[in-house]
């Protein structure tokens, strides 16, 4: 019956957002996960809580009109997903990259639901952004582009409503742009959103916590096969935010980081990747990361993203974007006795690609769970701005550490409460499936 159920909430899924595949994808993960849970308490069937949490509270689009620095007015499109507040106020990045559409902020938003739900603070789920790509964009052009954007986003957030963050294409120079506009447009000075910098309300901490909270969730996939994080080989896709502060923590745990790549293609450094380099290029001079074996004659370049996943490595963490590890690549990790693949970026394995690996033991840790960790200092960060309040680099990390082990813990616990032991991708959609049905069973039919 349950199976039934799923399939015809899927069909519903399908119909009423027709070319969307990745929400779709997305959606598809969870709802096969929670069929345990509709069998074991059919009054969430009854009070249809998955057709309601599929279906977005509310979603806006609109007009971003900016002129660049030739003079020429540009047009982009600018999306904000309130998915869900059941616990909290919608919480949830935003991405400038030209692949945004409506659908890749839906899968987004709705990933975050449950992530969030996980990371045991008090956020709902949302996502934004818009197909602006800052690539190649001088520093006014990216100022008046965030200028804009926040000149319609403004009437939609709040601190008690909705604070974004930032995601691919966003980081702190864009969220300083965007915070300014918000200001000036209020006259507020709140916490609006969060990854804002040290000297106006940022936390310590939130530029390295997704990564670094990935490594602490590796830490403990680690220990349940007995193993360390000491001598081991890892390859980190991506060099962005995420991969530059997982390769960080990786180096500081004993272990080394082989390969990094970016949308053109992928370095390997058998010696250990220098970071310092590749922090240059990335975060100073927003470079491209074949410009690093100009410097280290051990390394070599190889044109194409893709195929970073044939690098033989004991851990791999696909930090960069969707979809990136197909079966083929899962295949080549196996092949290479990979033993844990763990998701920095959101959904970067196919459905395919995660088969693959579970059906050959590479512990597998989803991204709903092992990259949480950003969003949950974005909420750290929340609460020091309520409080009027800065904590210590070492209080923020100790807390971090902290959420990364309690989620662990939910994942495990959940999987084995519903038959699925050690299965981390069905104990992450349960665990964060039940907190979220429980609270909307709670509010009756909003
Ligand atoms: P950044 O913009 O800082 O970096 C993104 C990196 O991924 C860049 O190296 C980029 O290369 C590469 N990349 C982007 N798109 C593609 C593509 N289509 N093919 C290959 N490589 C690509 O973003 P983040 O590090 O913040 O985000 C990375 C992932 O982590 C995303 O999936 C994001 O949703 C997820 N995430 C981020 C969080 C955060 O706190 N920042 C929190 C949780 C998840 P290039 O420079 O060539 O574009």
Same mark, same amino acid.
């Given at each position: 019956m349950a199976s039934q159920y799923v399939d015809m909430v899927m069909g519903q899924v399908v119909a009423r957002n027709p070319g969307e595949t990745e929400f779709h994808q997305a959606v598809r993960e969870v709802a096969e996960s929670v069929q345990v849970v509709i069998d074991k308490n059919p009054e969430f069937a009854t009070m249809k809580v998955l057709e309601r949490i599929v279906e977005p509270e509310r979603q806006i689009m609109f007009r971003i009109p900016w002129v660049d620095d030739h003079g020429q007015v540009q047009i982009n499109r600018g999306f904000r997903v309130e998915f869900n507040s059941a616990i909290g106020p919608y919480k949830g990045g935003l991405r400038f990259h030209p692949s945004v559409y409506l659908g890749i902020i839906k899968f987004l @938003? &709705?990933?975050? #639901? &449950?992530?969030? *739900?996980?990371t045991t603070t008090p956020i709902g789920g949302g996502k934004g952004g818009s197909d602006f790509d800052p690539k190649g964009k001088s520093n006014n052009e990216v100022m008046r582009f965030c200028q804009s954007f926040m000149n319609e986003l &403004?009437?939609? #957030? @709040?601190?008690?409503?909705d604070v974004p963050a930032g995601d691919i294409g966003v980081g702190g120079r864009e969220i300083g742009y965007m915070f300014g506009q918000y200001k000036k447009l209020t006259n507020t000075f709140t916490g609006v959103l969060t990854g804002k910098g040290l000297e106006w309300g940022g936390s310590l901490v939130r530029t390295e916590a997704t990564g670094y909270g990935l490594v602490y969730f590796v830490t403990r996939m680690l220990q349940d096969k007995g193993a360390t994080w000491k001598g081991k080989k890892v390859v980190v896709s991506g060099s962005g935010n995420v991969a530059i502060y997982a390769t960080q923590k990786v180096h500081e745990l004993g272990a080394k980081v082989i390969a990094m790549s970016d949308s053109n293609g992928y370095i390997v450094d058998e010696a250990g990747i220098n970071l310092n380099t590749v922090k240059r290029i990335k975060e100073v001079e927003r470079g491209r990361i074949r410009e690093y074996v100009d410097e280290h004659r051990t390394a070599q370049y190889v044109e194409g993203w893709q195929g970073i996943w044939t690098v033989p490595c004991d851990i791999a963490l696909p930090s960069a974007t969707q979809n990136e590890i197909d079966e083929t690549a899962a295949k080549s990790l196996v092949k290479n006795k990979c033993m844990v693949v763990a998701e920095g970026a959101n959904m970067p394995s196919t459905p395919e690609a995660i088969e693959v690996l579970q059906q050959n033991h590479v512990a597998f840790g989803p !991204?709903? *769970? !092992?990259? !949480? @960790? @950003?969003?949950a200092t974005s909420a750290l960060e929340m609460c020091q701005n309520s409080m009027r309040l800065s904590w210590t680099f070492e209080e923020v990390d100790k807390r971090l550490n902290m959420i990364m082990n309690a989620i662990y813990d939910q994942c495990t616990a959940a999987a084995e409460a519903y038959g699925v032991k050690g299965d981390l991708v069905a104990g992450a959609n349960i665990a964060g499936f039940l907190k979220v049905a429980k609270a909307m069973m709670a509010q009756g039919i909003v």
């Open positions: @938003g &709705f990933e975050q #639901i &449950f992530k969030n *739900a996980l &403004f009437r939609h #957030i @709040g601190e008690d409503t !991204a709903k *769970a !092992a990259n !949480a @960790g @950003g969003v």
